[in-house]
């Protein structure tokens, strides 16, 4: 089975850029999708096959995927950003997430 | 609005079944293939299965952890989804969540997620 990997805790001060990584063999050549889940809600789609917004989503959430990493960027990170991030990507026709990165605004 | 909303969860005793339900709303459902998701108790999400829109015969995946005892349907006429849940294991407690698989160059993107329904294994 694939494997999507995230580390699981990632922590940033407000203002500042925000990466997460998500990381499987060969990711570039999937496309990956990002959902944010705050706690006590459903995840909300942030970034779709690699590096585009849904609309609504602000411009400081970007994506990027090649080699065997995608990355999530999250700049001038706001409080209101702190939340558990997953990645997504298909495998021959099966639907994988990474175990979820909780990220920290402190 | 577009939304999704699940229904049919509740407590069951190992080795029964339920059945989930999945309703859209601002959209055109038979549009659309949809898709199963589950999350356990402080855990993080997992896929269950998926269905893909008429155009594409309504075929239907699952994974590996489900297969055989879970099945997916749709009725267009109804603008419903099911998620048919037999042989219930304690190891599926989650909250199932219904999803909107949109497609863009032949990938799809989970762009639209319903609240949720909590199902209980015990």
């Known amino acids: 089975s694939y494997d999507l990997t995230h580390p699981p805790s990632v922590s940033v001060s407000p203002g500042q850029t925000a990466s997460i990584t998500c990381s499987g063999d060969n990711l570039g050549d999937k496309f990956v999708s990002w959902f944010q889940q705050k706690p006590g809600q459903s995840p909300l789609l942030v970034i779709y096959q690699d590096l585009k917004r849904p609309s609504g989503i602000p411009e400081r959430f970007s994506g990027s995927n090649s080699g065997n990493t995608a990355t999530l960027t999250i700049s001038e990170t706001q409080a209101l950003d702190e939340a558990d991030y997953y990645c997504?990507?298909?495998?021959?026709?099966?639907?994988?997430f990474g175990g979820g990165t909780k990220l920290t605004v402190l | 609005e577009v939304q999704l909303v699940e229904s049919g969860g509740g407590l069951v005793q190992p080795g029964r079944s339920l059945r989930l339900s999945c309703t859209p709303s601002?959209?055109?459902?038979?549009?659309?293939?949809l898709s199963w998701v589950r999350q356990a108790p402080g855990k993080g999400l997992e896929w269950v299965g998926f269905?893909?829109?008429?155009?594409?015969?309504?075929?239907?995946e699952y994974a590996a952890s489900v297969k055989g005892r879970f099945i997916i349907s749709r009725d267009d006429s109804k603008s419903i989804a099911y998620l048919q849940m037999d042989s219930l294991k304690t190891e599926d407690t989650a909250v199932y969540y219904c999803?909107?698989?949109?497609?863009?160059?032949?990938?799809?993107?989970?762009?639209?997620w319903g609240k949720g329904t909590t199902v209980t294994v015990s």
């Open positions: 269905i893909r829109n008429k155009p594409y015969g309504g075929a239907t």
């Open positions: 601002g959209f055109t459902f038979a549009d659309y293939s």
């Open positions: 999803t909107r698989m949109t497609e863009l160059n032949y990938n799809y993107y989970m762009d639209v």
């Open positions: 997504q990507a298909w495998d021959s026709s099966t639907a994988v």
